[in-house]
């Protein structure tokens, strides 16, 4: 039976030097077997002013504590690292990125729940965590889904923010279900995270708000200028090569 990781990161920043000092993750291998996971960890990097303006964890927190790479979620994680189970974040690159710093080789089959939520909920303006948490009501059920579990919500702290996912993941299983009849969800939502998606307008830019389509017929120059001169994530480059 295939095994679900839910996971999310907090870090002392987000530059290349920059470590993981919070991990929070759920092992679900069913509905009545689920572990949870919520542990600080130390690092011999610093906590920038600008993480913690995000995540509130500040150098007291963790001083004295274990480095991530001896704690009960890496070492469960590592013990399970197989095609057969799965590793699900929000953005899944970057807490991905995180691991890797600290020789994680992965070998989960990935589900990124932003991927995912970008091809199944076209019409939302954003698909930010925090903000899909108010957009779909999620806030009304973490609750009740953290006492079930045994933790807390908060803002922005790593297993706060997998209870939010696992919410979320449960809405995309529902669409998938429902626009797919009959295939295999999860092996779906892995086939979208490799997707790109076709993006309808700019999200930034002398043309934020514009359709893309329209700015394409009107200024492809600028589509150019953009393809050459900006870092762009996947979607938008996938995007533009398609105007282009």
């Known amino acids: 039976m295939a095994i679900y990781i839910l996971f999310d990161t907090e870090t002392t920043g987000n530059q290349e030097k920059d470590r993981i000092i919070q991990i929070?993750?759920?092992?679900?291998?069913?509905?009545?077997?689920?572990?949870?996971?919520?542990?600080?960890?130390?690092?011999?990097?610093?906590?920038?002013?600008?993480?913690?303006?995000?995540?509130?964890?500040?150098?007291?927190?963790?001083?004295?504590?274990?480095?991530?790479?001896?704690?009960?979620?890496?070492?469960?994680?590592?013990?399970?690292?197989?095609?057969?189970?799965?590793?699900?974040?929000?953005?899944?690159?970057?807490?991905?990125?995180?691991?890797?710093?600290?020789?994680?080789?992965?070998?989960?089959?990935?589900?990124?729940?932003?991927q995912c939520a970008k091809h199944l909920l076209p019409d939302?303006?954003?698909?930010?965590?925090?903000?899909?948490?108010?957009a779909l009501d999620l806030y009304l059920e973490e609750n009740e889904e953290a006492q079930t579990l045994g933790a807390s919500i908060r803002a922005h702290d790593a297993i706060g923010d997998v209870i939010v996912m696992k919410l979320l993941?449960?809405?995309?299983?529902?669409?998938?279900?429902?626009?797919?009849?009959?295939?295999?969800?999860?092996?779906?939502?892995?086939?979208?995270t490799k997707t790109p998606v076709l993006m309808k307008t700019f999200k930034f830019g002398k043309y934020k708000g514009r359709v893309i389509e329209e700015v394409a017929n009107e200024d492809p120059g600028y589509l150019g200028w953009m393809r050459k001169n900006l870092e762009l994530d996947k979607d938008m480059r996938y995007t533009l090569d398609y105007y282009l």
């Not at 509130?56 to 001083?63: A, K, L, S, Y």
């Not at 939302?124 to 108010?134: A, F, G, I, K």
């Not at 993941?169 to 779906?188: F, N």
């Open 24 to 114: 929070g993750g759920l092992f679900i291998r069913s509905k009545e077997d689920i572990v949870v996971y919520d542990e600080l960890c130390s690092s011999t990097v610093p906590i920038s002013l600008e993480a913690m303006e995000v995540h509130n964890i500040t150098p007291d927190m963790i001083e004295g504590k274990a480095p991530f790479a001896e704690s009960t979620f890496y070492a469960d994680l590592l013990a399970n690292n197989d095609a057969g189970n799965y590793l699900i974040a929000h953005n899944i690159d970057f807490d991905l990125g995180m691991l890797k710093k600290e020789g994680f080789e992965n070998r989960y089959t990935l589900i990124d729940t932003l």
């Open 124 to 134: 939302q303006p954003y698909h930010r965590l925090q903000y899909l948490r108010y």
């Open 169 to 192: 993941l449960s809405k995309l299983v529902k669409i998938v279900h429902e626009k797919y009849p009959g295939v295999d969800i999860m092996a779906r939502l892995a086939e979208l």
